[in-house]
């Protein structure tokens, strides 16, 4: 049994959610005049026996972050991530799209070196900020919150 370490260095988002993502869903009820639940396969209401009829119901159903990224087609700009270390109440994305640069980490020996020297954070945000517009824009919408993008390093271990 052992430690997997992971580094990752560059910008992500955080939120803090005004409110929780939910979705606009059907489902088909049987009723009577009345107002009365009656069952799928029953023709009178049981209660008062009316004649009952379908009806479609709208409800909110909350839905988590994975399944609307992935219905709104977003998945090549975020992903849902997490950290324990994050500040409560934040969610934490990650960032799909490419910065450019190239890693020298050797996978195989898990050692390496990445020169940060002439490495510009204010144009990597920027990047995020075009090329990620539309996921920051369904995250405020969902969250009720506007995003914010942050650079830095995120170390982790499972």
């Known amino acids: 049994m052992g430690i997997d370490y992971n580094a990752y260095v560059g910008p992500y988002?955080?939120?803090k959610p005004a409110k929780k993502p939910t979705v606009t869903k059907e489902r088909l009820l049987r009723v009577c005049a009345?107002?009365?639940?009656?069952?799928?396969?029953?023709?009178?209401?049981?209660?008062c026996g009316t004649k009952a009829i379908d009806m479609v119901e709208k409800y909110e159903s909350e839905v988590d972050f994975y399944e609307l990224i992935h219905d709104r087609g977003l998945e090549n700009q975020i992903h849902e991530d997490y950290h324990d270390q994050i500040e409560p109440g934040m969610k934490m994305?990650?960032?799909?799209?490419?910065?450019?640069?190239?890693?020298?980490?050797?996978?195989?020996h898990t050692t390496g070196i990445e020169n940060l020297t002439d490495l510009?954070?204010?144009?990597?945000?920027e990047k995020v900020r075009t090329?990620?517009?539309?996921?920051?824009?369904?995250?405020?919408e969902v969250c009720g919150a506007k995003p914010e993008i942050r650079w830095g390093v995120i170390v982790s271990h499972r």
């Open 13 to 15: 988002i955080v939120i």
């Open 93 to 108: 994305f990650g960032i799909q799209i490419s910065m450019g640069r190239k890693c020298s980490f050797d996978v195989k």
């Open 34 to 47: 009345n107002g009365h639940k009656v069952q799928q396969s029953s023709i009178y209401c049981s209660s």
């Open 120 to 125: 510009n954070i204010k144009a990597e945000i």
């Open 131 to 140: 090329e990620c517009a539309q996921a920051l824009a369904f995250l405020e």
